[in-house]
């Protein structure tokens, strides 16, 4: 499906697509935002919707010839609502172009510049779009972080305390590097206190929610926005819901606030990611991601790894690597020796540089699309266990790693 065509017109970039794909088929992606879209799904990317200009909302667009688009972005709309199990009272607005854009197009439709948030501290598993002071999000809203406790864990009582003292406009949940549940209800109550917003970012565990492995943000927060590609298992993108009083202000940032054409083959290949997620099979696929995450923490707990929170309770871990006598970014070097990919990661009240961290993080998602199961899981957890003790072992783990991947293909 990738190149038969481009192999004739440009074998440069036919070259680059084909070593990407040897990559992903012969290492174990345990990154935890990805995930491998299905063949139908990538074969609607590539469809005729990706010509059409259709600025503006279903029905009441700033283009002709929208008579097709205007029924898919509905449809994918109605999937939306169908997985969420939404009423009347929520909108739906599937065109933002990433999820970064969609947090910012709800913090300016929220809020005032200068009004205050509060967010998850970046590194203690919170997004860089949620206020920190590199993203544009971080400089036009004054930002205060709560913090995990010392065990890694939401003290949602100390968060309530803060929200009493500093009465942010705006709270939101929802985290990059958050291996625990997250209550949404309490969130809510909080920010009902205060008289703030509240916001759930579900970007890492949409998918999770859908399944019915995680609780769901509806109906407590006022906002929630989610990335596409992660645990959703679609293309690129991003969805926001909101309570329908909120739909204007929120609705008019996207567009013509910071986007203009929603990119309509994306939002074609979400609408058939969002059938597939309906499907039993996709239920079954969202536990199964927890059970390995779980199978992972528990095998590497074995192997003296220290974990933040002591495990897991959704589709990611995320390591304290010093006991191991490397840092972060040794460990992923050494690991990706192996064909074992992870990204280095912050840890809460860490002491190390963000380029060199004291932590990596893993996750299932995209290991579990391949069909691999807790057995991996395991065997995944002892190669990373014998790399981190004698790095010297890599190329050796890295043959039997290939040996693995040949068993499962990538969808
Ligand atoms: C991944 C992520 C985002 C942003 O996603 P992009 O599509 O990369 O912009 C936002 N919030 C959280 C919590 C995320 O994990």
Redesign the pocket.
């Known amino acids: 499906m990738d190149v038969n065509i481009i192999k004739k017109i440009d074998p440069k970039i036919t070259n680059l697509i084909e070593k990407e794909r040897k990559r992903n088929e012969e290492t174990l992606n345990l990154i935890a ?1 990805e995930n491998y879209p299905s063949k139908a799904v990538r074969e609607a990317l590539s469809s005729i919707f990706v010509v059409k200009y259709s600025e503006g909302r279903p029905y009441k667009r700033y283009y002709g010839g929208t008579e097709n688009i205007d029924k898919l972005e509905t449809l994918v709309e109605e999937r939306t609502r169908t997985l969420f199990r939404l009423n009347k009272d929520w909108a739906v607005n599937v065109q933002p172009y ?6 910012y197009a709800v913090l300016r439709g929220l809020l005032r510049p200068g009004d205050k948030i509060m967010s998850l501290a970046l590194p203690h598993g ?5 206020g920190a002071k590199v993203s544009l999000s971080g400089k036009d809203f004054k930002v205060v972080n709560y913090l995990l406790n010392k065990k890694g864990f939401l003290e949602y009582d100390a968060i309530e305390e803060l929200a009493k003292k500093e009465k942010p406009k705006l709270i939101i949940a ?3 590097a958050y291996p625990r549940k997250v209550n949404f209800k309490r969130f809510a109550q909080i920010s009902n206190k205060v008289g703030a917003y509240c916001m759930a ?1 579900i ?2 565990i949409a998918g999770l929610i859908i399944g019915g492995v995680h609780p769901s943000p509806f109906p407590w927060v006022d906002v929630v ?1 989610m ?1 596409t ?2 645990t959703l298992r679609g293309p ?3 969805i926001i819901i909101c309570k329908e009083k909120l739909k204007k202000k929120i609705f008019s940032k996207v567009f013509p606030g910071i986007q203009g054409g929603p990119h309509n083959h994306t939002i074609c290949a979400l609408g058939v990611a969002l059938k597939e997620d309906q499907s039993i099979k996709f239920k079954k696929y969202t536990a199964q991601v927890v059970k390995n995450a779980r199978a992972l923490a528990e095998a590497l707990i074995k192997y003296d790894f220290n974990l933040i929170s002591g495990g897991t309770d959704n589709h990611l871990v995320l390591i304290d690597i010093t006991n191991k006598g490397v840092s972060g970014k040794e460990a992923q070097e050494f690991l990706e020796k192996a064909g074992i990919i992870v990204n280095k990661n912050a840890i809460p009240y860490d002491e190390r540089s963000p380029f060199d961290p004291s932590g990596i993080r893993i996750g299932t998602p995209a290991l579990t699309t391949r069909g691999m199961k807790e057995k991996e899981m395991r065997k995944i957890a002892f190669w990373m266990n014998q790399v981190i003790s004698n790095p010297k072992s890599s190329l050796r783990i890295e043959r039997e790693v290939k040996k693995l991947c040949k068993k499962f293909p990538l969808p």
């Open positions: 935002s990433s999820g970064s854009p969609a947090n919170g997004h860089l779009s949620q929802g985290y990059s970012d970007a890492h926005t990335t590609h992660k690129r993108g991003a």
